[in-house]
T-cell receptor
Framework: GQNIDQPTEMTATEGAIVQINCTYQ??????LFWYQQHAGEAPTFLSY????GLEEKGRFSSFLSRSKGYSYLLLKELQMKDSASYLC?????????????FGTGTLLAVQP | NAGVTQTPKFRVLKTGQSMTLLCAQD?????MYWYRQDPGMGLRLIHY???????AKGEVPDGYNVSRLKKQNFLLGLESAAPSQTSVYFC????????????????FGPGTRLLVL
């Protein structure tokens, strides 16, 4: 079966660092995406990992361990505008469809 | 360059009515997708298309039909709406091959909020 797990909600303080975890069990694997979704808006792309290790993009970093079926998104120097849902998605390894399987998302609340 | 657009933005239907949701993209993407997003359920794939004239079922296709007559457009139809189809519908598109794998990310439209009474 296909299963992607993320915490439902997290709270953090402005200026701090927060780590959002994602574990997955899927029949295939061809990369993992992180998206940000503000309330009432569309998801937007944050990062992509296909090999083990850390990918850094400014205040955002994403880590992948394929052997453990595990990824995390690290947000540094939190700002109020980072309050949003963060979606973990695994790209289906079968065929050339670029299909994504999404987790239910983690709602992050950044407090002053 | 508008990206991915969806019409309408919001619609109220009565049970049994039909409607079509339109998705358009101007990025020359080969792949297009329709999702629904419900509280606590995440994004679930309804149907997708890997090219003009082709469609395929996703995870939750029942009650929906799709067509992709032109590369830039992907239509989602509800023939007889049911209250269980109350949801937010997102369309997305992506490249078949990007210069880097990250470029193969899916780009999402702003969503259509549908209420079926």
């Amino acid at each position: 079966g296909q299963n992607i797990d993320q915490p439902t909600e997290m709270t953090a303080t402005e200026g701090a660092i927060v780590q959002i975890n994602c574990t997955y069990q899927t029949s295939g694997f061809n990369g993992l995406f992180w998206y940000q979704q503000h309330a009432g808006e569309a998801p937007t792309f944050l990062s992509y990992n296909v090999l083990d290790g850390l990918e850094e993009k400014g205040r955002f970093s994403s880590f992948l361990s394929r052997s453990k079926g595990y990824s995390y998104l690290l947000l540094k120097e939190l700002q109020m505008k980072d309050s949003a849902s963060y979606l973990c998605a695994v790209r289906d390894g079968g065929g050339a469809t670029n299909k994504l399987i999404f987790g239910t998302g983690t709602l992050l609340a950044v407090q002053p | 360059n508008a990206g991915v657009t969806q019409t309408p933005k919001f619609r109220v239907l009565k049970t049994g009515q039909s409607m079509t949701l339109l998705c358009a993209q101007d990025m020359n993407h080969e792949y297009m997708y329709w999702y629904r997003q419900d509280p606590g359920m995440g994004l679930r794939l309804i149907h997708y298309s890997v090219g003009e004239g082709t469609t395929a079922k996703g995870e939750v296709p029942d009650g929906y039909n799709v067509s992709r007559l032109k590369k830039q457009n992907f239509l989602l139809g509800l023939e007889s709406a049911a209250p269980s189809q109350t949801s937010v519908y997102f369309c997305a598109s992506s490249l078949y091959r990007g210069a880097t794998p990250g470029q193969e990310t899916q780009y999402f439209g702003p969503g259509t909020r549908l209420l079926v009474l």
